[in-house]
């Protein structure tokens, strides 16, 4: 394969890798593939997961490339397509592009759908020349009037950030987003999203650091490394491969049903990290409305205050719905792989892939595996708010039969959540409180938390409603 080739020489395969190279490349039956799943050491410790274009732009718990890689190798050929319902920023995407199957990917959050389109999208060299020209002569700072950035600020959803946001700033990042808007009038509308990305990318960098005063040289250089990046992808791809990206509601996918040889995905976790908040300042300089996916946002946890219980079955209700539409999409006999890590709410542990695997069996899913892998703290994808995080399961579905109801099935989805929070329930009152490493919660709280969870359970038909 010309692309193991490729990675030997670009990023110096190991000996642990190499004999992980050769395994995912060899042809099997099905029956031996699944059992291939158990010879994989899932860890991927010391494998380089930042390469060509996942190094575009940082993503809170992204998983690494290796995991939708080893399936798409596994389990489909070329040319046969790969679905991620919840892309995030196109892990899934990108190793089906470098590997020549044609996605699909789709995601709520418009900055995420944004990042996932710009990696899988080649660029030629005319158009990246026209692209330096047009940067080479770009105005570094804007000399704006005061009223154009004191609407900027006013605009922020935190006033603080203008310590970030302060006006130089401002001035520098408005002077970007101009020329790149001329880039989009004078028609090279992917460059427009390509510049974005890394106008993008150099926010972000300022949230993290704090520190802005260098944003033009800081886009420069990203800017320059992206295309370096995506250079070096597109001598390694020669059959460019379908790739469609939407920016919708994994509740309601707008893909064709019986069309998709493989899904890889990795959902939010319920009460782990709100997106929206996440990327707030990037889509408010790209100009796209987070507030519209706040509402729709699966996991988010900025609500249900008082009974965090309710947020689980809110959770399972959307998590439902997707694995529903899963279903519906998926040809007969393939793969659904859902990667999902174990969280907490009050205390209590929730293994999500647990209720998945069991919600999967009412709706035509048979359970083939469920993975256990250590995450690696050190790496950058494990963001501080899931910092509870620090294991995951690679849950395996197969699609044995169609699904019988939609996924806007109030109704069947309450019934399926009020049974999972029930054994919920009485598996917390049967070992005294589940523990998280050991630590159980006190009495009072346990107490407190069957009261609570029975509570949950009385308002399941009003909770799991889609929120318009
Ligand atoms: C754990 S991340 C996925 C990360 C991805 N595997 C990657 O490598 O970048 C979960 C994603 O679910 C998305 N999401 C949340 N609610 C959604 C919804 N209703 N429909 C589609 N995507 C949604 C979030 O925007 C986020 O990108």
Not at 76 to 86: G, I, R, S
Not at 414 to 424: D, G, S
């Amino acid at each position: 394969m010309l692309y193991d080739a490729q990675q030997k020489t670009l990023f110096g395969i190991r000996n642990s890798q190499q004999g992980y190279l050769e395994l995912i490349n060899k042809k099997y039956n099905f029956q031996e593939t699944i059992k291939i799943l158990d010879k994989i050491d899932w860890d991927f410790k010391d494998f380089t997961t930042q390469y060509l274009t996942h190094t575009f732009h940082s993503y809170p718990a992204r998983f690494i490339p290796q995991i939708p890689l080893t399936f798409i190798k596994l389990f489909t050929e070329e040319k046969e397509t790969v679905l991620d319902p919840m892309c995030g920023c196109g892990t899934t995407l990108v190793e089906a592009f470098l590997n020549n199957r044609n996605s699909i990917g789709n995601d709520f959050n418009p900055l995420a759908a944004l990042i996932s389109k710009v990696k899988t999208t080649l660029i030629d060299e005319g158009e990246f020349r026209y692209f330096n020209k047009k940067l080479g002569i770009m105005k570094r700072y804007l000399d704006l009037d005061y009223r154009r950035i004191d609407e900027r600020i006013n605009n922020l959803p935190n006033r603080k950030m203008s310590k970030i946001f302060n006006r130089v700033v401002i001035s520098k990042l408005e002077a970007i987003r101009e020329t790149l808007l001329e880039v989009k009038e004078e028609g090279h509308k992917d460059l427009f999203d390509f510049g974005r990305v890394a106008l993008s990318s150099t926010i972000w960098s300022l949230v993290e650091n704090g520190n802005g005063i260098d944003v033009d040289n800081l886009f420069l250089k990203k800017v320059k490394s992206m295309q370096n990046e995506l250079k070096k992808m597109s001598k390694i791809v020669k059959n460019i491969p379908e790739v469609e990206v939407i920016c919708g509601d994994a509740r309601k996918l707008e893909v064709e049903t019986n069309s998709v040889d493989l899904i890889v995905t990795s959902p939010p976790y319920v009460n782990a990290l709100d997106y929206y908040r996440v990327h707030m300042y990037n889509m408010l300089w790209l100009g796209m409305d987070f507030d519209l996916f706040r509402k729709h946002e699966i996991g988010g946890h900025s609500h249900f205050i008082i009974n965090r219980f309710r947020l689980l079955s809110e959770y399972l209700g959307d998590m439902l719905r997707s694995m529903i539409e899963m279903n519906r999409v998926l040809k007969k006999d393939k793969l659904c792989v859902i990667v999902v890590g174990n969280s907490s709410l009050e205390y209590e542990l929730i293994e999500s892939h647990k209720f998945f695997a069991e919600m999967g069996e009412k709706i035509g899913f048979k359970p083939i595996n469920s993975i256990f892998r250590n995450i690696d703290k050190t790496r950058k994808y494990t963001s501080a708010d899931i910092g509870k995080i620090d294991d995951e399961y690679i849950l395996v579905l197969q699609k044995t039969d169609d699904t019988t109801v939609s996924a806007d099935d109030d109704n069947f989805i309450a019934e399926v959540v009020r049974e999972q929070m029930i054994r919920f329930r009485e598996q917390i009152k049967k070992v005294q409180g589940t523990s998280i490493r050991g630590r159980k919660p006190t009495k009072e709280r346990l107490l407190k938390n069957i009261d609570k969870i029975s509570e949950a359970i009385q308002t399941i038909p009003e909770d799991i409603k889609i929120k318009r």
